[in-house]
Structures are given as structure tokens and as C-alpha cells.
């Protein structure tokens, strides 16, 4: 059974930073992960994903500002974001397992099988 839970969001001043954690039990995969988030009103978007192959992928309005890691023993993965910005308020999830081959950055979660509850991040001015 594929389990993702996310964990760390909360409220922070804009230029502060957060870290987000993804749990992850009954799977143990290096590839096919993502970070996507939500806010009202817009569509979910992709923040940083690694494809099929292993390479890691930012959007472009998160680059030099989040770093997307994870940590194999502890199946767990990492959203560090630095620098945040009003614009950075969503709901953060995290995604696994690919349905298909993944090659590039996905701005859409369509090819991932399995999602997190989300967490909420809000970032004041």
C-alpha cells in the first residue's frame, strides 16, 4: 500500500523559509516524484519534479529559491523553499509513481499514480 504524507507547511514572512516533508511507505522509488501546488481559484501546478531517468526539474518562477531532495533511508522527501513570496501561497502536495514513462518537467501531475493530503503554506507581506 502506496502512502504519501505531507508535513512542515504553515504561516511565514515573506523572505523567510520553509521546508516541507513527504513521508512516503510502501514505496521506495528514486524517480517519478514531484511537488505540486494549489491555490484557490487556479489550477495545480508543478513546482519541482524528476522524471523516469532521475533528473531533478524546477519551474521556472521557484529556480535558485527551491530545492527538491530526498533522503532514501527515511523514504522521505524534501521541499526546501527559501526566499518565499506572497505568490508561493498554496497548498503544497507531493506525488509518486509514474503511470507511464516521465521525461522532462511535469507543469501538470497527470503521469503520477499516487498524492499526498497536501499541506498549506501561506506567506505573509
Known amino acids: 500500500q502506496v502512502q504519501l504524507v505531507e508535513s512542515g507547511g504553515g504561516s511565514v514572512q515573506a523572505g523567510g523559509s520553509v521546508t516541507l516533508s513527504c513521508a512516503a511507505s510502501g514505496y521506495t522509488y528514486s524517480h517519478c516524484l514531484g511537488w505540486f501546488r494549489q491555490s484557490p481559484g487556479k489550477e495545480r501546478e508543478g513546482v519541482a519534479t524528476?522524471?523516469?531517468?532521475?533528473?531533478?526539474f524546477y519551474a521556472d518562477y521557484v529556480k535558485g529559491r527551491f530545492t527538491f531532495s530526498q533522503d532514501s533511508a527515511k523514504n522521505t522527501l524534501y521541499l526546501q523553499m527559501n526566499s518565499l513570496k506572497p505568490e508561493d501561497t498554496a497548498m503544497y502536495y507531493c506525488a509518486a509513481r509514474c503511470k507511464a514513462t516521465m521525461v522532462g518537467f511535469q507543469r501538470l501531475g497527470d503521469f503520477f499514480e499516487y498524492w499526498g493530503q497536501g499541506t498549506q503554506v501561506t506567506v505573509s507581506s
Open positions: 524528476i522524471d523516469s531517468y532521475g533528473n531533478t
